[in-house]
């Protein structure tokens, strides 16, 4: 993965994965936020981008006043199958609050 790449994420809002494909190969990811980025995705005006140099997937979102919308930006982890076990004992949901960061302008 290099640069950026529009990709369709796949939420798992009870274990935080986030899994999607670039270029045929499929990448998983956690989030500490699945709610939020799953009701980002709901609110979608377009195409999410994938920047992996940052760790972070744009997701574009409606507003009102501003036709392209605004850019939410979420924080993915790597994923480790001993990670999600762990936050599934724990009982882990997921955070329902804002994404990382601020929104891009």
């Known amino acids: 993965m290099s640069g950026s790449d529009s990709v369709l994420p ?7 994965t986030v899994n ?5 190969e499929w990448y998983s990811f956690w989030s500490r936020e699945p709610a939020a980025l799953v009701a980002a995705l709901s609110n979608s005006v377009g195409r999410c981008c994938w920047q992996p140099a940052a760790n972070l997937l744009v ?3 409606a507003k009102t006043g501003r036709r392209a919308g605004e850019q939410l930006s979420f924080r ?10 762990q936050l599934a004992r724990q009982g882990h949901h997921g955070s329902p609050s ?5 929104p891009s302008r």
Not at 10 to 16: A, E, F, K, P, Q
Not at 98 to 102: E, F, L
């Open 59 to 61: 997701v574009p979102v």
């Open 20 to 24: 999607f494909s670039v270029r045929g």
């Open 76 to 85: 993915l982890l790597p994923h480790s199958a001993e990670n999600a076990d």
């Open 98 to 102: 804002s994404p990382t960061g601020s």
């Open 10 to 16: 796949v939420v798992d809002t009870v274990l935080g």
